[in-house]
């Protein structure tokens, strides 16, 4: 005869060790066996008899009615009584199932509702269920930049631009980037204005660390502890917010060590006003000494078809620690959109890529024309093409790529996410991959 201890009789049942005990204790089984020590010992029969248990309780059987059913078995006789107990629960089940089936029914057709409408959607739209991880943060595949919303990218509209956030929220962008230094505050007041009352659908992303108040020109580059503290209570304030999904640090600070810095905004995760650590425009030494004094999540940097610097500089660090990369400015700033002239009647003019220098201009014109044969082909824009070129990076890279392109009008909102829709091919990719090495003009990272 057979021998089991509880735990190889829980198992052989498929029920829990403390379930085997209960039904024990309220007399569904039992009085079991002990051995010389006193442990229990179950036979083949307590073993059937738990079994049938199992199927009598998960098909719905009333507690009460197992107690019952189980005297009658432990008393030996009262066949015929056992025979009407599992008759009574037979119909029972029967009449349940019935009823569980009309519930499949009704699930279906809900599914089957919400399937249609997925399909007539454009895929754009259905892209909003695209969902990475930067570190432990999870974010839709593209977020947006907010920041010409406020300053440096020409003309800015309050209205519009919230309208613009608005959109981004309902097509799933919920991954939104400001920083301190935009608009001296208010891009980030306008962010927190656009996503009150949707705070629970958002990753607020701001950066601090450009100190302007003297003057736009040189600004201070600041990571003293002090500082960082009340950057950030101020940047909470402006966002009517409790906590910041992603703190970057702007830039490399001149006035304090980095691990100062780091060690700063860790103790802003600590006290819960952060949640996660971000760096921008920083080198794989700079963000190794960060990540030893608290784990970085991600890297902002500037990063296109046509900008591509972080490759050499500090991804091989991302890779082995683990962290994502944020590129910014993915449209190039916008010329890679072919809107605008070399000439941009804002603060791009500084920037010498776009600079009015012929050569420059007629060189960098070229990778223009480039992406727009691409798009001409796909039927698709050529912000787009430009796009599509970053998010094929991810596997290349071995990191995950969230871009943030940034725009203040819906329509191109809406054009942006709808690049997630374009698959480049292998040609197109080769093609595109050519053209940094043509880029002519430094991209001054200092400059926005
Ligand atoms: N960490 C940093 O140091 C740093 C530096 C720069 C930027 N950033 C962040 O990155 C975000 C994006 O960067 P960015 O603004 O420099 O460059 P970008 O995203 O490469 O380009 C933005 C420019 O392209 C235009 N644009 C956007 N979509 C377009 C489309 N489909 N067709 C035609 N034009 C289009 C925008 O104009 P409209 O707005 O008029 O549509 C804007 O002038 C910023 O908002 C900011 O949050 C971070």
């Known amino acids: 005869m057979n021998s089991w201890s509880i735990r190889e009789a829980a198992d052989k049942c498929g029920l829990s060790l403390d379930t085997v005990r209960w039904y024990e204790k ?22 059937d008899r738990l079994i049938l248990l199992r199927r009598l309780r998960a098909t719905g059987m009333p507690i009460r009615e197992l107690q019952h059913y189980a005297e009658l078995v432990r008393s030996g006789a009262g066949e015929f009584e056992r025979l009407e107990v599992l008759r009574r629960h037979r119909e029972f089940v029967v ?10 029914r009704l699930l279906d057709k809900k599914i089957r509702i919400y399937q249609d409408r997925l399909r007539q959607m454009p ?13 432990e943060l999870a974010v839709p595949v593209q977020g947006l930049g907010c920041m010409g919303m406020s300053e440096w990218r020409g003309p800015t509209d309050w209205d519009s631009s919230v309208k613009t956030i608005h959109r981004a929220l309902d097509l799933g962008v919920t991954f939104l980037d400001t920083a301190d230094v935009y608009g001296a505050g208010h891009n980030e007041v306008l962010v927190g204005r656009a996503i009150s009352g949707r705070r629970d659908q958002v990753q607020v992303a701001t950066k601090f660390g450009i100190d302007r108040s003297a003057g736009r020109s040189p600004a201070i580059r600041r990571g003293e502890a002090g500082y960082v503290k009340r950057a950030c209570e101020a940047s909470l304030l402006r966002l009517g917010i409790d906590v910041i999904d992603l703190y970057y640090l702007h830039r490399p600070p001149q006035t304090a060590e980095i ?15 952060v949640r996660h650590l971000g760096l921008s425009e920083v080198d794989a030494d700079l963000l190794r000494r960060a990540h030893a004094v608290h784990p970085i999540t991600a890297v902002q940097s500037e990063y296109s078809l046509w900008a591509r ?41 500084g920037n010498p890529r776009f600079a009015a220098v012929a050569d420059h201009a007629a060189a960098n014109q070229a990778i223009i024309d480039a992406v727009r044969s691409v798009a001409d082909v ?55 991959d050519s053209l940094a090495d043509t880029a002519t003009g430094d991209s001054p990272t200092l400059r926005h």
Not at 336 to 347: F, K, M, N, R
Request: glycine letters at 10%.
């Open 26 to 47: 309220v007399g569904l089984v039992g009085p079991i066996e002990r051995d010389p020590n006193g442990r229990r010992r179950f036979g083949d029969a307590d073993i």
């Open 309 to 349: 610097e972080v490759e050499f500089t500090v991804l091989d660090a991302m890779r082995e620690l683990g962290v994502g990369l944020v590129p910014y400015s993915p449209l190039g700033r916008g010329y890679l959109t072919g809107t605008i002239d070399a000439g941009a009647q804002d603060a791009r003019r």
């Open 378 to 432: 796909r039927g698709a824009a050529p912000a787009q093409v430009a796009l599509a070129w970053v998010h094929a990076q991810s596997d290349r890279l071995g990191v995950p790529v969230v871009p943030i392109p940034g725009t203040k009008r819906v329509e191109r909102l809406e054009q942006n996410v709808a690049a997630l829709e374009l698959s480049l091919t292998a040609d197109e990719l080769t093609l595109l």
């Open 259 to 273: 691990e100062e810095t780091v060690g700063a905004m860790a103790e802003l995760v600590a006290e819960g006003k």
């Open 123 to 135: 895929r754009a739209e259905r892209s909003r269920m695209e969902t990475t991880k930067l570190g």
């Open 95 to 104: 009449e349940s199932s019935a009823t569980q089936q009309e519930y499949v």
